[in-house]
């Protein structure tokens, strides 16, 4: 890592907790297509998550919000399902000071997500953190691709013009940002929040990212 200079990471689960993007999910979705079909709520939600798992979260409808109004026909726009869980956006709590701790230490910072840019744009609104970042990347709407992808990593280094091993990344999902940054080079490290996971390369907190980047610089 003495070589990394920009430091990337994931939004949800990794600088906000899963609240909103849940709520957006599983509570207003569900209650739009109860409210449709005359069904229980505990209904609606076994059905619309059954539709969810039949297209899987490596396709790119899964991130997308129109898709799935159109989907199940409901009388809504992405916007207003968003705004309506908006006050349940929060970030975790050591998230500023370690953003400024690194940017102190002179890393750059970005941000890759695979939800969508109105997600993601929403989120950075409420939680007032855009300034810390050079780039926000939506790897489903600026690349139509999702971080399962090398191509996504590659692509991103080239914007940002550094080689893979000059970057960290960190996230909560290890797949999409462990194992596939790591695949290319990048040192990436899986943020476990429930502390199960006891890998040299597991964190816990940012915080613990932060002490790991900071401690030689």
């Not at 109860?34 to 059954?50: I, Y």
């Not at 890393?107 to 970042?133: G, Q």
């Not at 996230?171 to 040299?200: M, N």
Request: hydrophobic letters at 40%; charged letters at 30%.
């Amino acid at each position: 890592m003495g070589d990394a200079h920009l430091v990337s990471l994931d939004m949800d689960g990794t600088i906000t907790d899963t609240s909103f993007v849940d709520s957006v999910w599983l509570e207003g979705i569900p209650r739009l297509f109860a409210a449709k079909n005359s069904l229980s709520f505990e209904q609606a939600k076994k059905n619309v998550k059954t539709e969810y798992d039949n297209v899987g979260r490596e396709r790119l409808e899964w991130y997308d919000l129109a898709y799935w109004i159109n989907k199940f026909g409901l009388e809504a726009s992405p916007r207003k399902v968003l705004h309506d869980f908006e006050n349940r956006i929060t970030m975790f709590p050591e998230v500023p000071k370690v953003l400024e701790k690194l940017k102190d230490k002179g890393f750059r910072l970005i941000i890759i997500s695979n939800a969508r840019r109105e997600f993601v744009d929403l989120e950075l609104e409420k939680t007032k953190i855009t300034h810390y970042f050079e780039h926000v990347f939506s790897s489903t709407s600026d690349f139509g691709l999702i971080k399962n992808s090398v191509c996504l990593y590659k692509k991103i280094c080239t914007i940002c013009k550094i080689a893979p091993n000059e970057m960290v990344h960190a996230g909560d999902d290890r797949l999409f940002d462990f194992e596939v940054p790591r695949s290319l080079g990048i040192s990436a490290f899986y943020l476990d929040r429930t502390r199960q996971c006891k890998e040299e390369a597991a964190i816990h907190t940012l915080e613990e990212l932060n002490q790991k980047l900071t401690a030689n610089r």
